[in-house]
């Protein structure tokens, strides 16, 4: 609860007007049917028009009264819980900001969704009608059974025995919907896991022609989302009309009974009227307090949900950091006897004791088969996810001693999967560094061998971007990528696969514009192309989690095997293309 108390304390006048604005509401409902009787008893009765005037303009103040405080308690109970939500949700929002890579592949896109939108807005709709209702609902219940009770005891009896009843039915009907609610909210979250899935994913699933078989994979999903709401909410369709059934047969035994009491003359046409607006006045309060507590229920479980984020261990901060200040200087890299696997608890590692040194300035290439845990490696470097054991050191210094911003403002990464952002060219680039003069961000341009397709566009650095750089072909995608990286100036470079779908020629002109005006910056290049990485000062040749040697393209040539494999089969496929 704690992580609403900041938004409630903000926005205190609305949590407290709201209620008492509806208790004031409630108050009128008490005096009207008391006017209405004197009205039939007294007035009526007697033929006193006067009191019958004085009475009557009564009710209209009073009605007028009910209406302004209906209107301002709705109003500050919808600004309450929509401020109360818009709060939570920019505080979940934040945390996820600050979640690392391990904690994100734990939780899946589709549910940090569902949790920062669905789930939000149960919290927001329950705070509505509690602040409606929490302090209108018990009012109106006392008040009116009270007053039931000074109009005619033994009627109120019956009122009560049917209350008992229905709250027991009440009672019974929350908890079994409860537990089917939390199923709900489940199956909602598999299907936008799916939905966002197959959207991210869209244009490669009309390459396959898959559409059909996503089409079929998400019907069944649809389906068990809409048969758990379908249980879920059937039960609360019976809510109403079992309070309109209790309302109609108290109705008609307080009728009966009355009845023979008027009758008899030990009570008036006018208390009945004023005795049955009580009753449904009771069986109003005690179904709108029922709501409260379904939506309770429902709120409870979307609550769990969003506390599982904010309270998220974060496994990657810089809490205990020793070394907040140092910045990265130089860009020497070490791996001393490093360690990891993505879940702890397994025992295969997927990267196995790896020792390695890097010099500032170096031009190092990691090679490997696919999945021999080259991308794992370089995610240690700037702390996407931190060794199980053994130490990473940058300039030395372990990186668990840096503040993360320092250590991640001098490591620039361009990962396998790069993405860019809808904006313009400019602002993209711009991401590495906000202040960068715009020679600086054309030299980056220059570098990554984006620059002359920049220019060829009309509009050049103001060219717009759709979501994730679409409008691009791949490998222009993967130069401004690069630019992106080069316009932070970091002292440490690290491409992750990231001219592969650029020309062998540009691909070379990208790794000579590096190696010539990048002198000092250490440069760690993963890549398939053997061609590639030829020329680097050091190659780290990589097979199922270890390193398996380290040394210049003649070296390696000369005594690593797998060094030797990737080379002639990759030499084998040149020559049969041409
Ligand atoms: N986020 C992740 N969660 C769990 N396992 C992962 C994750 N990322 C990679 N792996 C596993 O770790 C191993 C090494 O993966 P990694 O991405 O480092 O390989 P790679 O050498 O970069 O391969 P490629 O050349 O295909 O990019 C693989 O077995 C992979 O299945
Ligand atoms: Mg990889």
């Known amino acids: 609860m704690k992580k609403y108390i900041p938004a409630i304390r903000k926005n205190r006048y609305c949590f407290i007007l709201a209620p008492i604005l509806m208790i004031l509401e409630a108050a009128g409902e008490f005096i009207l049917p008391y006017l209405n009787a004197n009205i039939i008893d007294k007035g009526a009765a007697t033929g006193d028009i006067a009191y019958i005037v004085q009475n009557g303009l009564l009710m209209a103040a009073t009605a007028i009264f009910m209406l302004v405080c209906g209107v301002g308690g709705a109003y500050f109970a919808i600004k309450g819980a929509s401020l109360l939500a818009a709060d939570v949700r920019g505080n979940t929002f934040q945390k996820i900001q600050k979640l690392s890579f391990a904690e994100i592949d734990g939780f899946s896109t589709g549910s940090l969704i569902t949790r920062i939108t669905n789930d939000i807005t149960q919290i927001q709709n329950f705070t509505q009608s509690l602040l409606r209702g929490c302090c ?44 089917r609610y939390t199923v709900m909210q489940e199956k909602l979250d598999g299907l936008n896991n799916r939905i966002n899935e197959t959207i991210i994913n869209e244009r490669v699933i009309k390459s396959f022609v898959r559409e059909e078989y996503e089409k079929e994979r998400f019907l069944p999903i649809n389906e068990v989302l809409m048969e758990k709401s379908v249980r879920a909410l059937k039960i609360m369709i019976l809510m109403q009309p079992v309070s309109t059934l209790a309302i109609n047969v108290t109705t008609l035994a307080v009728v009966w009974i009355a009845g023979r009491q008027i009758m008899v003359g030990d009570m008036t046409v006018g208390a009945l009227t004023a005795f049955i607006t009580y009753l449904t006045q009771i069986l109003t309060a005690l179904n709108f307090l029922a709501n409260i507590f379904l939506q309770g229920t429902r709120a409870a479980a979307s609550n769990r949900r969003i506390s599982e984020v904010l309270n998220a261990r974060i496994s990657v901060s810089d809490e205990s950091a020793r070394e907040k200040e140092k910045k990265v200087t130089m860009g020497s890299v070490t791996f001393e006897h490093v360690s990891f696997a993505y879940d702890a608890a397994r025992e295969d590692m997927v990267l196995k004791d790896i020792n390695l040194q890097f010099l500032p300035g170096q031009f190092i290439s990691i090679v490997g088969s696919t999945g021999s845990g080259k991308s794992t490696l370089i995610s240690l470097i700037p702390r996407l996810y931190d060794a199980l054991s053994g130490t990473v050191r940058v300039d030395g210094t372990d990186v668990r001693d840096y503040s993360l911003r320092s250590l991640r403002d001098g490591i620039a990464v361009v990962l396998q999967k790069n993405m860019l952002f809808s904006g313009t060219i400019e602002e993209n680039l711009r991401w590495g560094n906000e202040q960068a003069s715009r020679e600086e961000l054309e030299k980056a341009c220059r570098i990554a061998h984006a620059e002359e397709f920049i220019n060829s566009f009309p509009e050049k650095y103001e060219t717009h971007l759709e979501q994730g750089g679409q409008n691009l072909s791949g490998g222009q995608r993967q130069r401004l990528c690069i630019a992106r990286a080069l316009v932070k100036q970091p002292k440490i470079l690290i491409l992750d696969d990231s001219t592969s779908a650029v020309d062998m020629a540009t691909d070379a002109g990208i790794r000579r514009a590096l190696r010539e005006e990048l002198g000092d910056i250490t440069k760690i290049i993963i890549a398939q192309r053997i061609s590639s990485v030829m020329d680097a000062d050091q190659i780290v040749v990589m097979n199922d989690g270890r390193v398996e040697d380290m040394g210049t393209h003649r070296e390696l040539m000369a005594r690593c095997r797998t060094y030797q494999e990737i080379y002639y089969s990759q030499k084998e496929k040149e020559e049969d293309a041409q």
Request: glycine share 4%; with cysteine.
């Open 136 to 179: 209108r609902s018990p009012v109106m219940l006392i008040g009116a059974l009270c007053m039931s009770f000074v109009l005619n005891p033994g009627l109120a009896a019956v009122i009560c025995t049917v209350m008992v009843l229905l709250v027991l039915l009440i009672y019974l009907l929350i908890r079994t919907a409860s537990p």
